[in-house]
Structures are given as structure tokens and as C-alpha cells.
């Protein structure tokens, strides 16, 4: 055990933030699974033992992917994305078909699903990261540069955007701050916004959600004349957070959790508000923008492009769904079914989070060991 802990390396902060998140998802996750449970005849420690075993995992996971020099990630940044656009492909035609959507595909004798777009935002961003830092001599050049980048970033947004918009979303504004971090002309970052456009309207307007993405931004936008069916989550999730006032009702005192439809994962910032009040609420929000400010520390700070841009597309990504899935829950957005990260019930989502920030930790520990290696120089001197 020492000798794991010796090899931790990496932001401190960053693994205090972990630890935090993980612990209130355990205690979130606990409170608000027990309607899940009665409805499925199962004991309530049973959602609690299997969430902790993914988050054991994930922290597994991120151990072992910060200890990895994150140059290893450009080399494997191609491959992954042979690999995620085949799956993308291949979950929106056999994938398994929920609420409409054909995002996830079973893992043989596990019994688990997959959300193949977890994959599309680690393999996206490391193969941007990698292409714009190795053509930043010719980064103005439209055929080895912009067409290939253009793109990738197109092709993975209409696969995603097909079953999954705001996931979609998200991950092409990622892409866009990455391309402007990565000096591409802002001519080009406006055709690819046009084209980004076009494909989204095609989407909205033609794609085979058509219907509920339309019915949910009505009821986002006019939600006096909303079918009360589509406002129920959103209107349950104010409830929640309303009830909850200053300090909330306390752990395990949730009420609303019997009648949100996903309070373990999709609005389970409205349970945690609930049980802790605006304290907690506000205290949760203060947790992600202290993980952005440390993640933007690292990317000033990292002594390469990769790194930096590799940093800063994985940090943004993470922080941008948090503040995705809490806007939802307090209404400032229309419903998605965007995770927390780290604290919504989940599978691989948890462990794909996981890699994400053992990537930025393994960044952060190219920064600190130049440092130690600087300093026993000067001492051996």
C-alpha cells in the first residue's frame, strides 16, 4: 500500500478533488437509488456496492493512466479513432434501443453496456490534441491541416449527434476552444462552425430524434404551454431544489427522489441540493471550478503542446458536462441525459471519467518531475 501511494505522483489537488467527488456520489448515490430498488425487488446496498465497485475501478484506472507518460496517448490517438468511428456507426444501427435512442452496446458476458460516445470524447480530443501540435508549422495549410481536422470533428459530432445532441454539443465546443487554443485561423473555425451548423439543423429538423429533441426545447422555452409529460423531470427537479433551502432536509431525507425519473444520475445535482441544501450545492459548484482552475494551471504550465492542449481539451470537457447536467436540473437548459462526472450513478462512463483525469494527471507529473530532477541537481552541485 506504501508503495502504491509513493508512486502517486501528479496534482495533489486534483486527487483531493477525486476523493471528494467520489465520496458524495457514494452518499448520493446510496439516497437516491432506493425507489430504483424496491421497484426491481432488489436490496438498496446492491446499487451502492456495484457504484463502488466502478468507482474502485476508476480509480484503478486513473492510477494506472497517470502513471503512463501522456506522449503514449498521441501515439495510440489514431488508432482510437480507426476504432470509435466503426462503433459509433455501428451502435446507431444495432446498438440497444432506449427512450429512441440507440446509444449503448452490451459487453459480451459482462452484462454491462457501453455509451460508445464516452470513447468518441477521449479519442476526439487526444487526436486533436496530436494533430495540432505536430502541424503547427504548416497549422494554416487547408489540405494537411484544416481538412483532416474539419473532418474528424464533423464526422464524430453527426454520429454522436444522431442519438445523443448534447453530448454532441459539448463535444464540438471542446473542439472549436481547442482549435482556437491550437492557432487555427478564425476563418476556418468559422467554417467549421457553418458546417457544425448545417449538420446540426439537419439533425433537429431530419434526424430520427426529430421529435423529442423538438418537444424538449418547447418545453424549455415556453414551458406554460408545454405537455406537462415533457416538463415532469424539470419541474420535479425545481421542486427538489426549492424544498431543499439553505441547508436541506439531510441525507437520505429526499422526497423528490421518488418521483424524478434518473435522481441517481441525469438530476442527481437536484437530490444533492435537496439533502444539502444551496450550501451543498454551492459547495459542489466551487469543487468544479477549483478542478478548472488547477487544469488551467497545468496547461500554462505544461512544458509541451501535447500536453497542454491534450490538458486543457480533457479539463474542459469535464467541466463543461458538470455544468451542463447542473444547469438542467436547475432549469437554465433543456433536458438532456448528460451525467455529473464522478458522481452520477453509472458504468463506463465513471471509468472513462476516470482516464480523462489520469490523463491531465499525467500532464501535471511531466511538470512536477523536471522540477524534483532540477533541485537534486543543485544539490548534488
Given at each position: 500500500?506504501?508503495?502504491?501511494?509513493?508512486?502517486?505522483?501528479?496534482?495533489?489537488?486534483?486527487?483531493?478533488?477525486?476523493?471528494?467527488?467520489?465520496?458524495?456520489?457514494?452518499?448520493?448515490?446510496?439516497?437516491?437509488?432506493?425507489?430504483?430498488?424496491?421497484?426491481?425487488?432488489?436490496?438498496?446496498?446492491?446499487?451502492?456496492?456495484?457504484?463502488?465497485?466502478?468507482?474502485?475501478?476508476?480509480?484503478?484506472?486513473?492510477?494506472?493512466?497517470?502513471?503512463?507518460?501522456?506522449?503514449?496517448?498521441?501515439?495510440?490517438?489514431?488508432?482510437?479513432?480507426?476504432?470509435?468511428?466503426?462503433?459509433?456507426?455501428?451502435?446507431?444501427?444495432?446498438?440497444?434501443?432506449?427512450?429512441d435512442a440507440s446509444r449503448w452496446i452490451a459487453i459480451?458476458?459482462?452484462?454491462?453496456?457501453?455509451?460508445?460516445?464516452?470513447?468518441?470524447?477521449?479519442?476526439?480530443?487526444?487526436?486533436?490534441?496530436?494533430?495540432?501540435?505536430?502541424?503547427?508549422?504548416?497549422?494554416?495549410?487547408?489540405?494537411?491541416?484544416?481538412?483532416?481536422?474539419?473532418?474528424?470533428?464533423?464526422?464524430?459530432?453527426?454520429?454522436?449527434?444522431?442519438?445523443?445532441?448534447?453530448?454532441?454539443?459539448?463535444?464540438?465546443?471542446?473542439?472549436?476552444?481547442?482549435?482556437?487554443?491550437?492557432?487555427?485561423?478564425?476563418?476556418?473555425?468559422?467554417?467549421?462552425?457553418?458546417?457544425?451548423?448545417?449538420?446540426?439543423?439537419?439533425?433537429?429538423?431530419?434526424?430520427?430524434?426529430?421529435?423529442?429533441?423538438?418537444?424538449?426545447?418547447?418545453?424549455?422555452?415556453?414551458?406554460?404551454?408545454?405537455?406537462?409529460?415533457?416538463?415532469?423531470?424539470?419541474?420535479?427537479?425545481?421542486?427538489?431544489?426549492?424544498?431543499?433551502?439553505?441547508?436541506?432536509?439531510?441525507?437520505?431525507?429526499?422526497?423528490?427522489?421518488?418521483?424524478?425519473?434518473?435522481?441517481?444520475?441525469?438530476?442527481?445535482?437536484?437530490?444533492?441540493?435537496?439533502?444539502?441544501?444551496?450550501?451543498?450545492?454551492?459547495?459542489?459548484?466551487?469543487?468544479?471550478?477549483?478542478?478548472?482552475?488547477?487544469?488551467?494551471?497545468?496547461?500554462?504550465?505544461?512544458?509541451?503542446?501535447?500536453?497542454?492542449?491534450?490538458?486543457?481539451?480533457?479539463?474542459f470537457s469535464l467541466t463543461i458536462q458538470a455544468f451542463?447536467?447542473?444547469?438542467?436540473?436547475?432549469?437554465?437548459?433543456?433536458?438532456?441525459?448528460?451525467?455529473?462526472?464522478?458522481?452520477?450513478?453509472?458504468?463506463?462512463?465513471?471509468?472513462?471519467?476516470?482516464?480523462?483525469?489520469?490523463?491531465?494527471?499525467?500532464?501535471?507529473?511531466?511538470?512536477?518531475?523536471?522540477?524534483?530532477?532540477?533541485?537534486?541537481?543543485?544539490?548534488?552541485?
Amino acid at each position: 500500500m506504501n508503495q502504491i501511494l509513493n508512486n502517486v505522483k501528479g496534482d495533489r489537488w486534483i486527487w483531493l478533488i477525486v476523493i471528494l467527488l467520489s465520496v458524495l456520489s457514494l452518499l448520493a448515490v446510496y439516497s437516491s437509488t432506493g425507489t430504483l430498488a424496491y421497484k426491481q425487488g432488489k436490496a438498496n446496498e446492491t446499487y451502492l456496492i456495484k457504484h463502488m465497485a466502478m468507482i474502485l475501478g476508476g480509480i484503478a484506472l486513473m492510477y494506472v493512466s497517470h502513471r503512463l507518460d501522456y506522449r503514449w496517448y498521441a501515439g495510440i490517438s489514431k488508432i482510437l479513432m480507426v476504432i470509435t468511428i466503426p462503433l459509433l456507426l455501428y451502435t446507431l444501427l444495432f446498438g440497444n434501443h432506449v427512450n429512441d435512442a440507440s446509444r449503448w452496446i452490451a459487453i459480451p458476458g459482462t452484462g454491462l453496456t457501453f455509451q460508445t460516445s464516452d470513447l468518441a470524447k477521449l479519442a476526439l480530443i487526444t487526436y486533436l490534441a496530436r494533430t495540432l501540435s505536430r502541424k503547427q508549422e504548416n497549422i494554416k495549410n487547408v489540405k494537411q491541416s484544416f481538412i483532416p481536422i474539419m473532418g474528424s470533428v464533423c464526422v464524430v459530432f453527426i454520429l454522436i449527434a444522431l442519438a445523443n445532441l448534447s453530448t454532441a454539443l459539448m463535444l464540438f465546443g471542446v473542439s472549436i476552444l481547442l482549435l482556437i487554443i491550437g492557432r487555427i485561423s478564425i476563418k476556418q473555425i468559422a467554417v467549421v462552425c457553418l458546417a457544425g451548423a448545417v449538420l446540426l439543423t439537419g439533425v433537429v429538423m431530419l434526424g430520427p430524434r426529430r421529435k423529442t429533441y423538438i418537444s424538449r426545447i418547447h418545453a424549455f422555452m415556453h414551458p406554460e404551454t408545454a405537455n406537462k409529460d415533457k416538463s415532469f423531470q424539470s419541474d420535479h427537479s425545481k421542486i427538489a431544489i426549492a424544498t431543499g433551502g439553505v441547508l436541506g432536509k439531510g441525507p437520505g431525507n429526499s422526497t423528490e427522489r421518488n418521483y424524478l425519473p434518473h435522481p441517481y444520475s441525469d438530476f442527481i445535482y437536484a437530490t444533492i441540493v435537496e439533502e444539502y441544501g444551496l450550501v451543498g450545492g454551492f459547495m459542489l459548484v466551487g469543487i468544479y471550478l477549483f478542478l478548472l482552475y488547477r487544469c488551467i494551471k497545468i496547461v500554462t504550465k505544461a512544458p509541451k503542446a501535447f500536453g497542454a492542449l491534450l490538458a486543457a481539451g480533457l479539463s474542459f470537457s469535464l467541466t463543461i458536462q458538470a455544468f451542463a447536467n447542473m444547469a438542467v436540473a436547475v432549469g437554465l437548459g433543456p433536458v438532456t441525459g448528460v451525467p455529473l462526472p464522478l458522481v452520477s450513478m453509472g458504468g463506463t462512463s465513471i471509468l472513462f471519467t476516470s482516464i480523462a483525469f489520469g490523463i491531465i494527471l499525467s500532464v501535471s507529473r511531466d511538470i512536477d518531475e523536471p522540477k524534483k530532477v532540477l533541485v537534486g541537481e543543485i544539490r548534488e552541485a
